[in-house]
């Protein structure tokens, strides 16, 4: 199995975007537009909650997965480079939380 690098994957997805290849799965979102992308990413982002709430680690990588491509989309679609995203990771190295101490999640 080969692994993907998640910038060669951004950079493919932002080359679809510019060059379009009809009948790809990245080229539907794009087409249907940011409501499309951000539906797809709520609903990732709901199917990695529960895998997380299984046992089974193939079943949360592969909703990981799926969340970070759609991520990826979003941000293609929105101008936001991984370098931005990066830089702001890059902010917060060694610095405390701007919140007070939050209240457990018991349940969910």
């Known amino acids: 199995m080969e692994k993907q690098d998640i910038e060669q994957l951004y950079n493919l997805i932002k080359d679809r975007k510019a060059n379009p290849v009809k009948g790809s ?5 794009f087409t249907k537009g940011l409501d499309k992308i951000l539906k797809k990413v709520g609903e990732e982002s709901t199917e ?9 680690d193939p079943d ?21 480079s991984l370098d931005q995203i990066e830089e702001e990771l890059g902010s917060r190295v060694g610095k405390m ?5 939050r209240a457990q999640i018991k349940d969910l």
Do not use: Q
């Open 48 to 56: 990695v909650v529960v895998a997380a709430k299984n046992s089974s």
């Open 25 to 29: 799965y990245t080229d539907y979102l």
């Open 97 to 101: 939380s701007k919140t007070k101490e």
């Open 60 to 80: 949360f990588v592969l909703e990981v997965a799926d969340l970070t491509y759609h991520v990826l989309v979003l941000m293609v679609e929105r101008g936001i």
